[in-house]
Antibody, heavy 124, light 107 residues
Framework: EVQLVQSGGGLVQPGGSLRLSCAAS????????MSWVRQAPGKGLEWVSL???????NYADSVKGRFTIARDNSKNTLYLQMNSLRAEDTGVYYC??????????????????WGHGTLVTVSS | EIVMTQSPATLSVSPGERATLSCRAS??????LAWYQQKPGQAPRLLIY???TRATAIPVRFSASGSGTEFTLTISSLQSEDFAVYYC?????????FGQGTKLEIK
């Protein structure tokens, strides 16, 4: 059974930093594409970052240069380092595994396993 | 960036009836579209990927279709557990983007 257990959220002042963790079991983080998706209070979903199995990364423009996605293969854990936090970064952050379809004609890019989410509040 | 627009914002349907949700993309693409269901306080749940392929353990009453800029999710006979918010998401181009959601409520 796949489980993604998140930790690291909390209250932080504007300009501060926070690191989110996502410990995986039942899958190997380094062998998968992994993502971070966030949801502002009462709002929709926003894909924040993606790390490919090869190590390449992508970021939403809204977080580029401030957030860093990374993984620790020995701990089978995904991270999101968030620096220079702003009020608009407030929300629930989810880690997720990107599905690799069995159908060869289909590309990866949807999230099939999700963490439970962790709340980040940026406020003075 | 591909903008995804869902309609309607809220859909009121009676249990047992059919619901049709729409998702329009600002640019044309094929296949790389997913649908999710989200209930309050829960993470999203993947329903559909590749425009029309049901994810693991998703009931057959969920079906989807589309291409180009128009995509549709259909729930054939609504059950009580289906009332939730539904999101479409494109993964054709980075940044991957979601629609703003359709809230499916009990009529």
């Amino acid at each position: 059974e796949v489980q993604l257990v998140q930790s690291g959220g909390g209250l932080v002042q504007p300009g501060g930093s926070l690191r989110l963790s996502c410990a995986a079991s039942g899958l190997i983080v380094s062998s998968n594409y992994m993502s971070w998706v966030r949801q502002a209070p009462g709002k929709g979903l926003e894909w924040v970052s993606l790390i490919y199995s090869g190590g390449n990364t992508n970021y939403a423009d809204s977080v580029k240069g401030r957030f860093t996605i990374a993984r620790d293969n020995s701990k089978n854990t995904l991270y999101l380092q968030m620096n220079s936090l702003r009020a608009e970064d407030t929300g629930v952050y989810y880690c997720a595994r990107v599905l690799q379809p069995r159908e060869q004609r289909l590309a990866p890019g949807s999230n099939d396993y999700w963490g439970h989410g962790t709340l980040v509040t940026v406020s003075s | 960036e591909i903008v995804m627009t869902q309609s309607p914002a809220t859909l009121s349907v009676s249990p047992g009836e059919r619901a049709t949700l729409s998702c329009r993309a600002s640019q044309s693409f094929s296949s790389n579209l997913a649908w999710y269901q989200q209930k309050p306080g829960q993470a999203p749940r993947l329903l559909i990927y590749g425009t029309s392929t049901r994810a693991t353990a998703i009931p057959v009453r969920f079906s989807a279709s589309g291409s180009g800029t128009e995509f549709t999710l259909t729930i054939s006979s609504l059950q009580s557990e289906d009332f939730a918010v539904y999101y479409c998401q494109q993964y054709n181009n980075w940044p991957y983007t979601f629609g703003q959601g359709t809230k499916l409520e009990i009529k």
